[in-house]
DNA sequence: TAATTTACTTACCGTTCAGTAAGTAACCTT
DNA sequence: AAGGTTACTTACTGAACGGTAAGTAAATTA
């Protein structure tokens, strides 16, 4: 049987992905070479292409893999009981995964240069299954605001997604430190 | 005199700021080769080390001459009457802005792989200078808000600039249509 | 134990990039 | 008209990149 050779192919594949993970999250993917991958691993190059098609696909796994983790952690967010702590809690979660994953930030908001099509329908994919994931919770915290009726939610949640977004990209290129739980409580105040 | 002849060479090195930033702001900044500006100006590669030391160089001025753009174009917006008015006013302004160059709003939130250090403290200088345009203008449309003690002025500038440049990028990623006029009204309903 | 598959390595290819050395036609100065 | 400067071009270098061809030691299968 080949079921313990499979694992150790298999774990060989999750360290690559792991390490890659770190590294584009940590420079961006142009900024990372399969070069780059091969030597924190302690392989050579050539190795990567025994597992994996190409840079592309490695940096696919690389985002399906982070945004698992996203949606766990929005998932969690919604367990909240009134609609604005739930929206409070969504904004923390955003920014605390974002800032140790900026990769995943990354990939949403810059381009790849000679931008691989099928990296950015799976980035569009991804982008739309946020959007679902956090505008029922928009629409919940404002359902019983005054302003219910003055605004549109669906751009109302674009806004608060580029607004995180946007700040997190902000706090990864100047390094200092970010205060989340002040900023979402400073959000949650400017919104109600 | 060799008066004429300053001025071709000055009309050159306009043209090739011009041609560059057009191509920045269409790309990157690393999705932009020397080749790719030489060759839409019709001349070599080598003529525009003839003219500037690099394409780090080039880079900056173009830099330069989007924020001096960008700058104008606040100041104009701050000619509004009232307080919310010069503030709808700078956020309408700031994306119609950002949404021709891109390329500004680029600089201003990734980053640019090897970042070459120069570079980077001019983009952190613009950063502030844009801060210092901005913060006043909301200062002064939140003075009779009811919000007024509740926000810290400085976070909620930071949150609003950071919410212009992720709704830019969120646009120039996906070529949908954005329709400022009304993005702009939306923020300032929220925000009052 | 012989054949096959797995998980690699060494050595290399083609391309692209920023940047440079050396030459040159046109113009200006003296 | 000679010499110098300007504004380039042609031809090139060296490094880095993604990716591949060919070989190989160790483990698995038959």
Not at 11 to 25: C, D, E, V, Y
Not at 51 to 76: C, M, P, Q, R
């Amino acid at each position: 049987m080949a079921a313990e050779q499979q694992n150790v192919i298999h774990n060989t594949k999750k360290q690559i992905i792991k390490t890659a993970r770190k590294l584009f999250s940590k420079y961006t993917y142009l900024g990372v070479s399969m070069s780059d991958i091969a030597k924190k691993l302690h392989i050579t190059k050539p190795a990567l292409y025994y597992h994996f098609t190409g840079k592309a696909e490695i940096y696919k796994k690389v985002l399906d893999d982070a945004f698992n983790g996203f949606s766990l952690s929005i998932a969690e967010a919604a367990k909240e009981k009134t609609g604005s702590r739930k929206l409070y809690k969504v904004i923390k979660n955003y920014l605390d995964f974002g800032l140790k994953e900026k990769n995943l930030i990354d990939a949403l908001m810059l381009k790849l240069s000679p931008a691989d099509p099928q990296i950015r329908k799976q980035i569009i994919q991804i982008k739309k299954q946020i959007v679902n994931l956090i505008q029922p919770i928009v629409e919940e915290a404002f359902a019983d605001s005054k302003l219910k009726n003055k605004i549109d939610i669906e751009m109302v949640t674009l806004l608060l997604i580029s607004t995180m977004n946007g700040l997190l990209l902000e706090y990864s290129m100047l390094k200092e430190k970010i205060d989340t739980e002040k900023i979402s409580k400073q959000i949650i105040t400017v919104l109600f």
